[in-house]
């Protein structure tokens, strides 16, 4: 089944306490992107990557890193987490970028 | 930096009738528009999206149209049925050169209640 899977599904933390959230697809697809969803904002990107060792920043990378070292792997980090990025994030994967999204079940971060 | 403007945020129709959602983006470099129906407590799936070379697109009760000059596109949704009740979100892609830049800016989204 074609899928984009995030772990882990529910996470609280604490401010500063590192933490990683992984996505993984298994479509063979290039691009695959980070978005955190809050009210009434919408969905923002924070980080994007096209294909392996190529990734680029959205509208709201402050905070967040990634990596993209095989294809089908696509992991966020907070390094030093803080409370306002308390969030429910989605990861996703298309191709061509220009092509509907596959979107993870999403991760609801609580960072206290 | 770019942006799109979704309105209104909250929509209450009675079912059978017709909803019609609008955005507006400010990178006239955009040239892929989708359109995201979100239930509660989902991820969001694609609904239809509209490239920059048409102008309306259909599929069943859902059509999207395209005006490039004027910079806004809109969902229309016809025949509203309870199921339809959802978040929806509009997103414009930029387009430098010959390719997408994979930027994906997203509207700040619509509340869609189809009341039976």
């Given at each position: ?14 401010t500063?306490k590192k933490?990683t ?7 063979n697809?290039e691009?695959?992107?980070w ?13 994007y ?12 990378p402050?905070?967040?890193k990634v990596?993209r070292?095989?294809k089908?792997n696509?992991?966020l980090?907070?390094e030093s987490p ?6 429910l994030y989605f990861?996703?994967s298309s ?18 | 930096?770019e942006n799109?403007?979704q309105h209104?945020s909250?929509?209450?129709?009675q ?17 892929y528009?989708?359109w ?5 407590g989902k991820r ?18 859902i ?13 229309h949704?016809t ?11 509009c ?5 430098y050169g010959?390719s997408n830049?994979?930027k ?6 619509t509340t ?5």
């Amino acid at each position: 089944e074609a899928q984009v899977t995030q772990n882990p599904r529910y996470l609280i933390t604490v401010t500063g306490k590192k933490l990683t959230v992984t996505c993984s697809q298994n479509m063979n697809h290039e691009y695959m992107s980070w978005y955190r969803q809050d009210p009434g904002l919408g969905l923002r990107q924070i980080y994007y990557s096209m294909n392996v060792e190529v990734t680029d920043k959205g509208d709201v990378p402050e905070g967040y890193k990634v990596s993209r070292k095989e294809k089908r792997n696509f992991p966020l980090i907070l390094e030093s987490p803080s409370p306002n990025q308390t969030s429910l994030y989605f990861c996703a994967s298309s191709f061509p970028p220009e092509s509907p999204l596959h979107f993870g079940n999403g991760t609801r971060l609580t960072v206290t | 930096g770019e942006n799109v403007e979704q309105h209104p945020s909250t929509l209450s129709v009675q079912e059978g009738d017709s909803a019609v959602i609008k955005c507006t983006y400010s990178d006239s470099a955009s040239n892929y528009f989708p359109w995201y129906k979100q239930e509660l407590g989902k991820r969001p799936q694609l609904i239809i999206d509209i490239r920059s070379n048409v102008g309306e697109k259909k599929d069943q009760r859902i059509a999207v149209t395209l005006n490039k000059t004027a910079k806004h596109f809109s969902l229309h949704i016809t025949e509203t049925q309870p199921e339809d009740s959802a978040v929806y979100f509009c997103a414009a892609s930029p387009l430098y050169g010959s390719s997408n830049t994979g930027k994906l800016i997203f509207g700040q989204g619509t509340t869609l209640q189809v009341k039976p």
